[in-house]
Structure formats: C-alpha cells, structure tokens
C-alpha cells in the first residue's frame, strides 16, 4: 500500500518513519520542503506538490496545522482533480463542524474521508502506540486498518463523521486541565518551602494522581522545556479550539479562557516553540 503524508512536522514526520518501518511504500509533502528532507535518507520519496503526493497514494494522511491548511491544501484547481479516488486520513486536531465540512469537499471531490486524530506524541508514533479515534464510514475504517493498526495497538472507531474530532478535543482539554491544575500546585508546594518529593509521595497515593505529573516534573523543576514533543504554541491553538466548540455546545469556556490567557503569557516570555509543560511559568511561577 502506498501512503503519502501531508505535513511533515514532529509528529509528521514520525508517523512517516514508522509507516516506512512496518513495510508501507511512504512519500511525503511539507510546505517548507527543507524540513522534509531528512526523510529522503530513509528512503522516503519527497513530493514536490500536494497534487504529486495525492497521485502517488493509495491513502493520504494529512498533519496539517489546522483546518485552513488543509483546505489551501487540497482544493486547489491543481490539487483536487488528484483526489479522486483516494482516501483522505485526517489526524490533527480540528473541529467537529470541520471535519464534517471536509468529508463533504472530499467526497464531493470523487474521494473517500476518514478521521482519525491521535492521542500522544513522538515517543509513541516511534513505537506504534499512538491512541487512534477515527470517525467515518465503517467499512472504509476497516479498509484503513493496515495504516491505523502500525501506528496504534488497538485504533477504535468512534462513530460518523465528527465524534472522533469531538473525543480528541476533549482529551486535549484534560493535557491543558492537568498541566494547569499541577503547575498552581507544585507553584504554592514551591512557594511554601515544602519538599516536593514529600508533595508527589502523597499526590501518587491519592486518587488525584495523573502519570503526566511525574513525566513532566523534571521539566518543571529545572525550568527546562526544550526537545518539546507538544510546543505551548500547538496547546494555545488547540485551546482556542476547544473554547469556541465547546462555547457553541453551551458550555461554560471560563476555565479555558484563563488556560489561554497563561498560555499567551508564557508564549510572550518566549516559550511558544518549549514543550507545553512551559505553562507552569505563567502559572507556578506567576508571569
């Protein structure tokens, strides 16, 4: 099966090492095409256009930055003749409502929509244990599941069209909830001269223990975010997001307004390319 990747970033890029690795014939596309070229000494056939890797694929996976990128992507006059018959596998973070209007320009399009975001990060796509929720036809999940099942243990199906983007936005929340709720923790622990040790002993015994919180904490405690395998600035898109779906359910976004308000603060001190765990100073450490 030939599978072309659309948006080769952190995790583009790893998904595309790992397909290469199971066995697929990979090709890939990025708009800054210097970034993609270390994956032309793996073996990987470098596009020149989106139109060209469209062509190449029997699946197309697209990691894009969000939902107007994808659509400047494919349908253009040059790009979308080329998805006639193929199958489009959307993986990043968009919105319900966005993922339904893209199903429909792609089938109104002669090809076939899938989506299919993912839950965690690089070390994960490296070891194919990547949370896939795909959302779409049935059958058409199930003509995916060579791709799905090399980058996930047990990808699920969610349901139609939008409730697997639905489910991904709410995990998303629980990464800006979490990371939130723990740096105002380990800020006070810090700030009243506590031993943080002492602190994460009686955190992990407790039914509010997250695993998160002890990966994270090294980057907390010695303020170093870099080799980020999330940078804050994808976080703060994401929030953005949330608030406005959850905002048009009727929910109450306050909680995520003050998350994207600290993530601005941090991204304005610098940390917008630092791994999303830099929201602790903003938080924790009051910028």
């Known amino acids: 099966m030939q599978v072309s990747i659309l948006g080769t970033g952190l995790l583009g890029s790893e998904i595309a090492i ?56 494919l349908f253009t006059d ?22 339904r209007t893209l199903s429909e320009r792609v089938a109104a399009a002669g090809g076939a929509y899938l989506e299919a975001p993912v839950l965690g990060s690089l070390p994960e796509a490296r070891d194919g244990k990547l949370l896939v929720m795909a959302g779409g036809d049935q059958a058409l999940y199930e003509r995916c599941l060579p791709v799905l099942e090399a980058l996930s243990q047990a990808p699920r199906h969610i349901g139609g069209v939008g409730q697997a983007a639905a489910l991904k936005l709410a995990m998303n929340q629980l990464i800006a909830g979490l990371t939130t ?69 009727g929910l109450d ?16 001190a610098g940390y917008g390319d630092a791994d999303y765990a830099a929201l602790y100073e903003a938080i924790g450490q009051g910028l």
Do not use: C
């Open 18 to 73: 790992r397909l290469k690795a199971q066995g697929f014939a990979v090709s890939a596309w990025n708009r800054t095409a210097d970034k993609a070229a270390p994956l032309a000494t793996l073996g990987i056939r470098l596009s020149q256009t989106p139109a060209a890797a469209i062509a190449d694929a029997d699946v197309v996976v697209l990691l894009l930055a969000d939902a107007a990128a994808i659509a400047a992507t």
């Open 181 to 249: 709720s723990f740096s105002l923790s380990l800020g006070l622990v810090r700030q009243a001269g506590l031993d943080v040790e002492q602190f994460m002993a009686v955190l992990r015994g407790s039914a509010l223990y997250a695993p998160t919180f002890d990966k994270k904490l090294g980057k907390y405690l010695a303020h170093d975010y870099a080799s980020a395998n999330f940078p804050l600035k994808h976080l703060l898109k994401d929030v953005r997001l949330m608030e406005d779906v959850m905002g048009e359910a």
């Open 78 to 99: 040059e790009t979308a003749p080329a998805l006639a018959g193929r199958v489009i596998v959307q993986m990043g973070t968009i919105a319900p409502a966005q993922s």
């Open 253 to 268: 976004t306050a909680l995520l307004a003050a998350v994207a308000a600290a993530a601005e603060r941090a991204i304005d």
